[in-house]
């Protein structure tokens, strides 16, 4: 969602970014949307949601309980929240391949520090700092992707949605990375600090790999920072779409919820190392495909439905395995869960661009992301508080559920804010229909 708000926000001119096709093939914008899209893999898929698969050892080397786990990945959300805010202030004086780069490299450093340090309060201070590092990076990699996007507008969803499966891409490597990175620790203090030194090698690789893709982006695609300036803001009609926004504020308390917990609620169920990160590695590669497996519900409908309808899958896929640990279907939830999540997200840029006009992109944008990441800071402590009173994470897990499918009634009550294709504003009356 953030894609578009980044280039209605900064004011991205259109002559400019036609003339990327230009400069650059179409083979190469593929490639460059392939090397964009490791942004998202550092800043989501390891940076954030790597801190899935060490949450159980690093609880129970260092005692922690659920609740204050869970406040880790809030601080993170939090962290998230102010980098959100800060970008456009950078992006004033800065091109987005720079910030996005600085971003990488600070968010890289910051994972390589993270095994040198045991102190809650240090831990706390990690989390926030990467949590505004990987906004940096997400938010200016989805400008440049949309950008390139915007350069061959008959692939520009495809486009796009390689940056956005980048996310599974850092999941499945965490994956992968984090087992070996302790079982090659045996034997020594705190194994775990031995895989964020491993992840913190792999967010180091993926930087070195943005820095080739920013370089590869002409002049067309990254104007100068004295170039154009932010369009000025349009009244957005808040109370016409307070329904959506509410449901996805639901999601983020729920979705989060799962990715902060899933890796530590199979622990507890019994299942063997070795399933547990081929499921997370199985995730990962859902989320890869997901982006071409929606493409149509978003475009079909304006309403609420589509944010609705992928809410209530990702209710289904939160429940399944705290209602049972059988393999198929925890499998299933995990194969479910990401090839919906980051559509959810997709799906709150589909509905501002069918519903409102350009001008209002960048405030119906922003009021999502606000919301949205209230969600993500409220859902990890509340579910490590339930999770550490009776029923522990298989209730906690339950209120996720039950928090999507809230998303799901309020996303259903949203209407389109389009009559025959025209957007009704807030400040525009509403015309009698002719009989």
């Known amino acids: 969602m953030i894609l578009v708000g980044a280039c209605a926000g900064l004011g991205v001119h259109t002559g400019a970014m036609a003339a990327a096709s230009d400069v650059l093939p179409h083979h190469s914008l593929v490639r460059v949307a392939l090397v964009l899209s490791l942004g998202a893999a550092l800043s989501l898929g390891i940076t954030r949601f790597a801190y899935g698969l060490l949450l159980p050892p690093m609880r129970d080397d260092l005692g922690w309980s659920y609740a204050l786990a869970g406040a880790m990945n809030t601080g993170n959300a939090a962290g998230y929240l102010i980098g959100a805010l800060l970008t456009p202030l950078l992006l004033r004086r800065w091109h987005p391949g720079s910030v996005m780069v600085w971003g990488a490299l600070v968010a890289s450093v910051l994972m390589a520090v993270s095994g040198f340090f045991t102190d809650t309060s240090v831990w706390l201070a990690q989390r926030l700092a990467a949590g505004v590092a990987s906004a940096l990076v997400f938010i200016t990699g989805g400008l440049l992707a949309a ?21 599974g891409l850092g999941i499945t490597v965490s994956a992968l990375v984090v087992p070996v990175a302790i079982d090659a620790a045996a034997g020594r203090a705190h194994p775990w600090a031995y895989a964020w030194g491993a992840l913190a090698v792999a967010c180091f690789a993926l930087a070195a790999a943005l820095r080739w893709a920013v370089n590869r982006l002409a002049e067309p695609l990254m104007p100068a920072a004295g ?209």
Do not use: C, K
């Open 147 to 167: 950008r390139l996007g915007a350069a061959d507008p008959r692939r520009a969803g495809w486009l796009i949605g390689l940056y956005y499966g980048g996310t």
């Open 227 to 435: 170039g154009a300036r932010p369009a000025a803001m349009a009244h957005v009609p808040l109370r016409r779409f307070g329904f959506i926004v509410a449901g996805y504020g639901m999601f983020g308390v729920g979705y989060i919820g799962y990715m902060t917990f899933i890796v530590a609620l199979l622990r507890e169920q019994g299942l063997e190392q070795g399933r547990i990160m081929g499921f997370y590695a199985l995730l990962g590669v859902a989320v890869m495909a997901s982006p071409r497996l929606w493409a149509g519900l978003l475009d079909r409908y304006r309403d609420g439905r589509p944010q609705a309808f992928l809410n209530a899958l990702l209710g289904l896929a939160t429940l399944a395995p705290a209602l049972t640990s059988a393999a198929p279907v925890v499998l299933a939830s995990g194969l479910l869960f990401g090839a919906v999540f980051l559509s959810v997200v997709a799906s709150t840029t589909a509905w501002v661009r069918h519903n409102l006009p350009p001008s209002q992109w960048a405030g119906g944008i922003g009021a999502f992301t606000i919301v949205f990441a209230g969600g993500q800071i409220v859902g990890p402590s509340a579910v490590g508080w339930i999770a550490d009173g009776p029923g522990g994470l298989v209730r906690g897990f339950v209120v996720s559920a039950l928090a999507l499918w809230l998303g799901t009634a309020l996303a259903l009550r949203q209407r389109a804010l389009v009559d025959n294709h025209r957007v009704i504003l807030v400040d525009e009356p509403e015309r009698p229909r002719q009989r």
